[in-house]
């Protein structure tokens, strides 16, 4: 088994990033300390000398029953926590609305479709915060169809037949873990798949019916077929593109997945996978573009500061200082985008570190961030842990101890 300066670095990232998805409710100032240190760590991990130390192997036929175990016991407490635990949020209103418009042969992205606002007249709920932005609810109808790209909306179909569309995301995340520990089969595979389950807000995220799990399991998707199968990274790179909006910080990042860059192979991958997502945009955008546009895109642009954001941003509001503009965070996530360009292997690990990293940058200084942002993150550094391994060759100076 090989343990690497790079893996160990990413090992530190996940905790600190963990430790700060705890303790952000309580604790913001603390927790946008954690974060920074996280993307501080990812930064090493990128750029730290290429030194492994190998180890003895641990059996894998140990190691796959280490595994079941694990992801059993999570899929049992997950299933007990979805049974008892229905917090009131409109995510999971949208969703059951949209699969019941789907099922039905109406579009979930028509422009005449409306949801009820479960914060309107329940201050105990929304405690004075603002979700929507101006004229987006009105007399108790949010005037908005399903937000995220359609891919969602197939998804969690099965879910919501079998009665919570929240089994879908769960299942994503289970389908997730099997990748990262199927990546290598070792106890980096092992760690990864636990933490993922065990030391993310995993259970936090899939009560609430974020989307994440599906944009995880397709990065998981995406760095498994460029170790394994590169004929598939297309389609699975395809996939994640059309799992949700900010999925687009990745497009650049793609060169990482390629061993070697030549401008022919990079928009060679682009297309393809483009043309992937396009297919499951298609449909939706010749049925109502209009309503396809207002949904995935100007929503999102009219959705307002939130106070309550696990961000730089929110923290400034609060001790009365005025927030960061949004040119100064896009200008943060093009440069950091290019660093790591610069300074990152050529490898689909730090593809997922690379990610991990733009997406932290992108989420803490931003107007809105919240668990299930940086949970992303934490998932992209679970996949970076996982196939680190998988790529040492002759360019790493390796240690070897034996019994």
């Known amino acids: 088994m090989r343990i690497s300066l790079p893996a160990l670095f ?9 430790f700060a998805l705890q303790i952000n409710v309580w604790q913001r100032d603390k927790a946008l300390l954690a974060i920074t240190l996280s993307i501080i760590f990812c930064l090493l991990s990128l750029t730290s000398p290429r030194i492994a130390l190998l180890v003895p192997a641990v059996q894998r036929s140990v190691l796959w029953r280490y595994f079941v175990i694990v992801l059993v016991a999570y899929t049992l407490l997950a299933l007990a926590v979805l049974r008892v635990r229905h917090p009131p949020i ?85 389908l997730a873990a099997v990748l990262l520990f199927w990546m290598t089969s070792d106890l980096n595979g092992l760690g990864a798949a636990f933490l993922l389950l065990f030391a993310s807000p995993s259970i936090y995220v ?11 399991l397709s990065l998981a998707a995406t760095v498994f077929a460029a170790h394994r199968n590169p004929r598939l990274l297309p389609f699975a790179f395809g996939l994640f593109l059309s799992s949700k909006q900010y999925s ?22 682009l297309a393809k996978a483009c043309s992937v997502a396009a297919i499951t945009v298609i ?6 573009p209009r309503g396809l546009w207002w949904n995935l895109v100007t929503f999102l642009v009219l959705l307002p500061f939130r106070t309550d954001a696990m961000s730089f941003s929110a923290a400034l509001v609060a001790h009365g200082l005025p927030s960061i503009p949004q040119w100064f965070v896009a200008l943060a996530t093009m440069a950091t985008t290019a660093l790591a360009l610069w300074k990152a292997p050529r490898t689909p690990s730090a593809f997922a570190i690379s990610f991990a990293l733009v997406s932290l940058c992108f989420f803490v200084l931003n107007k809105q961030a919240f668990g299930n942002y940086y949970f992303l993150s934490f998932g992209a550094l679970c996949v970076g842990l996982s196939s680190a391994a998988h790529e040492l060759n002759r360019d790493f100076a390796a240690v070897e101890i034996t019994t």
């Not at 937000?147 to 289970?174: E, H, K, M, N, S």
């Not at 899939?206 to 995880?216: D, V």
């Open 10 to 18: 990413c090992g530190f990232a996940i905790l600190t990033l963990g």
């Open 90 to 174: 409109d995510v999971l209103e949208f969703e059951v609305d949209s699969a019941q418009a789907l099922l039905r042969g109406t579009n979930p992205y028509g422009a005449n479709v409306t949801h009820q606002d479960i914060y309107y007249g329940h201050p105990e709920i929304w405690h004075g915060a603002q979700f929507y932005g101006q004229g987006v609810s009105a007399n108790g109808r949010v005037h908005v169809g399903l937000q995220y790209p359609p891919l969602v909306v197939f998804w969690i179909i099965p879910g919501y037949l079998t009665g919570d569309v929240r089994y879908a995301w769960l299942l994503a995340l289970d």
């Open 206 to 216: 899939l009560s609430l019916g974020y989307t994440e799990p599906l944009l995880l």
């Open 248 to 269: 687009l910080l990745a497009l650049p990042l793609a060169v990482l997945l390629l061993p070697r860059f030549s401008w022919k192979q990079y928009l060679a991958l």
């Open 283 to 288: 449909p939706f955008l010749i049925w109502d």
